[in-house]
Protein backbone atom coordinates (compact mmCIF):
# COMPACT_ATOMS: atom_id res chain seq x y z
CA UNK A 1 0.00 0.00 0.00
CA UNK A 2 0.70 3.54 -0.93
CA UNK A 3 1.09 6.80 1.68
CA UNK A 4 0.17 9.96 0.05
CA UNK A 5 -0.06 13.71 1.40
CA UNK A 6 1.99 16.97 1.97
CA UNK A 7 4.69 17.83 3.61
CA UNK A 8 4.72 16.84 7.04
CA UNK A 9 1.89 14.32 6.67
CA UNK A 10 3.57 11.89 8.42
CA UNK A 11 3.89 9.13 5.39
CA UNK A 12 7.34 7.83 6.52
CA UNK A 13 6.68 7.97 10.49
CA UNK A 14 3.42 6.65 9.64
CA UNK A 15 4.67 4.25 7.19
CA UNK A 16 7.45 2.53 9.87
CA UNK A 17 4.95 1.98 11.82
CA UNK A 18 2.19 0.54 9.59
CA UNK A 19 4.68 -1.89 7.97
CA UNK A 20 6.17 -2.70 12.28
CA UNK A 21 1.97 -3.27 13.18
CA UNK A 22 1.60 -5.48 9.76
CA UNK A 23 5.04 -7.37 9.60
CA UNK A 24 5.49 -5.52 6.10
CA UNK A 25 8.28 -4.55 4.80
CA UNK A 26 8.48 -0.20 4.34
CA UNK A 27 10.39 2.25 1.85
CA UNK A 28 10.43 5.99 1.66
CA UNK A 29 10.27 6.88 -2.64
CA UNK A 30 12.87 9.59 -1.58
CA UNK A 31 15.61 7.52 -0.07
CA UNK A 32 15.37 4.93 -3.12
CA UNK A 33 15.99 8.62 -5.24
CA UNK A 34 18.80 9.66 -3.21
CA UNK A 35 20.43 6.14 -3.15
CA UNK A 36 20.00 5.83 -6.95
CA UNK A 37 21.41 9.39 -7.40
CA UNK A 38 24.46 9.30 -4.68
CA UNK A 39 22.78 12.74 -3.85
CA UNK A 40 20.40 13.86 -1.06
CA UNK A 41 17.30 15.59 -2.45
CA UNK A 42 18.54 18.96 -0.85
CA UNK A 43 21.37 18.57 -3.30
CA UNK A 44 19.32 17.41 -6.26
CA UNK A 45 17.35 20.84 -5.73
CA UNK A 46 19.92 22.99 -5.45
CA UNK A 47 22.56 21.34 -8.41
CA UNK A 48 19.85 20.70 -10.29
CA UNK A 49 16.87 21.92 -10.11
CA UNK A 50 13.17 20.23 -9.69
CA UNK A 51 12.66 18.94 -13.23
CA UNK A 52 15.51 16.79 -12.53
CA UNK A 53 14.65 15.53 -9.43
CA UNK A 54 10.83 14.54 -10.59
CA UNK A 55 12.55 12.81 -13.08
CA UNK A 56 14.96 10.74 -10.70
CA UNK A 57 11.10 10.26 -8.59
CA UNK A 58 9.52 8.67 -11.54
CA UNK A 59 12.00 6.41 -12.37
CA UNK A 60 12.96 5.42 -9.04
CA UNK A 61 8.91 5.12 -8.25
CA UNK A 62 9.14 3.11 -11.95
CA UNK A 63 11.74 0.53 -10.88
CA UNK A 64 10.18 0.49 -7.49
CA UNK A 65 6.59 -0.49 -8.81
CA UNK A 66 8.56 -3.04 -11.08
CA UNK A 67 10.08 -4.44 -7.44
CA UNK A 68 7.19 -5.07 -6.37
CA UNK A 69 5.59 -6.63 -9.67
CA UNK A 70 7.95 -9.24 -10.65
CA UNK A 71 9.18 -10.45 -6.67
CA UNK A 72 6.00 -10.45 -6.10
CA UNK A 73 6.45 -8.63 -2.71
CA UNK A 74 2.85 -7.19 -2.22
CA UNK A 75 3.62 -6.90 1.92
CA UNK A 76 5.32 -3.19 1.46
CA UNK A 77 4.57 -0.26 3.11
CA UNK A 78 5.58 2.65 0.84
CA UNK A 79 5.61 6.41 1.55
CA UNK A 80 5.87 9.31 -1.32
CA UNK A 81 7.40 12.63 -1.08
CA UNK A 82 4.77 15.16 -1.31
CA UNK A 83 4.57 15.86 -4.57
CA UNK A 84 5.29 12.45 -5.84
CA UNK A 85 1.66 11.49 -6.57
CA UNK A 86 0.48 14.86 -8.19
CA UNK A 87 2.58 14.37 -11.24
CA UNK A 88 0.39 12.38 -13.64
CA UNK A 89 2.65 9.96 -15.04
CA UNK A 90 3.66 8.76 -11.03
CA UNK A 91 -0.09 8.92 -10.43
CA UNK A 92 -1.05 6.61 -13.81
CA UNK A 93 1.98 4.17 -12.86
CA UNK A 94 0.49 3.37 -9.79
CA UNK A 95 -3.13 3.06 -10.80
CA UNK A 96 -1.83 0.21 -13.38
CA UNK A 97 0.07 -1.78 -10.65
CA UNK A 98 -3.69 -1.51 -8.76
CA UNK A 99 -2.00 -0.73 -5.53
CA UNK A 100 -4.08 0.97 -2.90
CA UNK A 101 -3.28 4.77 -1.84
CA UNK A 102 -4.22 6.24 1.72
CA UNK A 103 -3.72 10.06 1.74
CA UNK A 104 -2.77 11.17 5.10
CA UNK A 105 -4.37 14.62 5.92
CA UNK A 106 -4.19 17.49 8.24
CA UNK A 107 -4.59 21.09 8.83
CA UNK A 108 -2.48 23.45 6.81
CA UNK A 109 -1.55 25.15 10.48
CA UNK A 110 -0.32 21.66 12.09
CA UNK A 111 1.23 20.54 8.68
CA UNK A 112 3.41 23.80 8.90
CA UNK A 113 4.11 23.67 12.62
CA UNK A 114 5.25 19.77 11.93
CA UNK A 115 7.71 20.98 9.63
CA UNK A 116 8.60 24.07 11.00
CA UNK A 117 9.71 21.59 14.02
CA UNK A 118 11.59 18.80 12.31
CA UNK A 119 13.60 21.95 10.15
CA UNK A 120 14.69 24.01 13.58
CA UNK A 121 15.53 20.18 14.62
CA UNK A 122 17.61 19.80 11.61
CA UNK A 123 15.45 16.53 10.73
CA UNK A 124 14.77 17.22 7.57
CA UNK A 125 15.50 20.34 4.89
CA UNK A 126 12.49 20.70 2.72
CA UNK A 127 13.32 22.32 -0.58
CA UNK A 128 10.09 23.14 -1.41
CA UNK A 129 8.61 24.37 2.23
CA UNK A 130 9.49 28.15 1.73
CA UNK A 131 7.35 30.65 3.39
CA UNK A 132 4.06 29.90 5.55
CA UNK A 133 2.18 31.33 2.18
CA UNK A 134 3.33 29.38 -0.41
CA UNK A 135 3.10 26.71 1.65
CA UNK A 136 -0.57 26.62 1.77
CA UNK A 137 -0.72 27.83 -1.71
CA UNK A 138 1.05 24.72 -2.87
CA UNK A 139 -1.45 22.74 -0.58
CA UNK A 140 -4.08 24.05 -1.91
CA UNK A 141 -3.26 23.17 -5.41
CA UNK A 142 -2.18 20.01 -4.39
CA UNK A 143 -5.02 18.80 -2.82
CA UNK A 144 -7.66 17.46 -5.45
CA UNK A 145 -4.70 14.94 -6.28
CA UNK A 146 -4.59 13.84 -2.75
CA UNK A 147 -7.94 13.30 -2.60
CA UNK A 148 -8.06 10.73 -5.80
CA UNK A 149 -6.48 8.28 -3.37
CA UNK A 150 -8.22 5.14 -2.24
CA UNK A 151 -8.88 6.51 0.73
CA UNK A 152 -8.39 9.51 3.57
CA UNK A 153 -7.61 9.33 6.64
CA UNK A 154 -7.69 12.24 9.43
CA UNK A 155 -4.14 12.57 11.05
CA UNK A 156 -4.96 16.05 13.04
CA UNK A 157 -4.05 15.57 17.10
CA UNK A 158 -3.27 12.04 16.83
CA UNK A 159 -0.64 9.72 17.66
CA UNK A 160 1.50 7.74 14.81
CA UNK A 161 0.31 4.71 16.31
CA UNK A 162 -3.50 5.66 16.69
CA UNK A 163 -2.88 6.48 12.66
CA UNK A 164 -1.92 3.00 11.85
CA UNK A 165 -4.51 1.29 13.84
CA UNK A 166 -7.00 3.01 11.58
CA UNK A 167 -5.46 2.82 8.91
CA UNK A 168 -5.53 -1.15 9.23
CA UNK A 169 -8.93 -1.01 10.12
CA UNK A 170 -9.97 1.27 7.14
CA UNK A 171 -8.34 -1.09 4.91
CA UNK A 172 -9.37 -4.48 6.37
CA UNK A 173 -5.61 -5.55 7.05
CA UNK A 174 -4.69 -8.02 9.43
CA UNK A 175 -1.80 -7.14 11.97
CA UNK A 176 1.02 -9.78 12.26
C1 LIG B 1 8.52 17.23 -1.94
C2 LIG B 1 8.45 16.62 -0.71
C3 LIG B 1 9.58 15.89 -0.12
C4 LIG B 1 10.59 15.46 -1.19
C5 LIG B 1 10.95 16.61 -2.05
C6 LIG B 1 9.75 17.23 -2.77
C7 LIG B 1 7.31 17.92 -2.46
O1 LIG B 1 9.11 14.74 0.61
O2 LIG B 1 10.07 14.45 -2.00
O3 LIG B 1 11.55 17.58 -1.22
O4 LIG B 1 7.26 18.19 -3.68
O5 LIG B 1 6.38 18.16 -1.67
P1 LIG B 1 8.22 14.84 1.97
O6 LIG B 1 6.79 14.99 1.58
O7 LIG B 1 8.51 13.56 2.65
O8 LIG B 1 8.73 16.04 2.72
Known sequence: ?????????????????????????????????ER???????????????????????????ELLDD???????EKVIALGGGAFVQKSNAALIAAAKIPTAFLDADIEELWERCERQSRHLVIER???????????????????????SLRQETGGKTVEQIAAELIEALGLRRK
Do not use: C
Open 1 to 33: MILIGFMGAGKTSVGRALAANLGWAFEDLDERV
Open 127 to 149: PLMGDPQRFRNLYRERRPHYLKA
Open 68 to 74: LGSLKEK
Open 36 to 62: RAGREIVDIFRESGEDTFRKLEHTALK
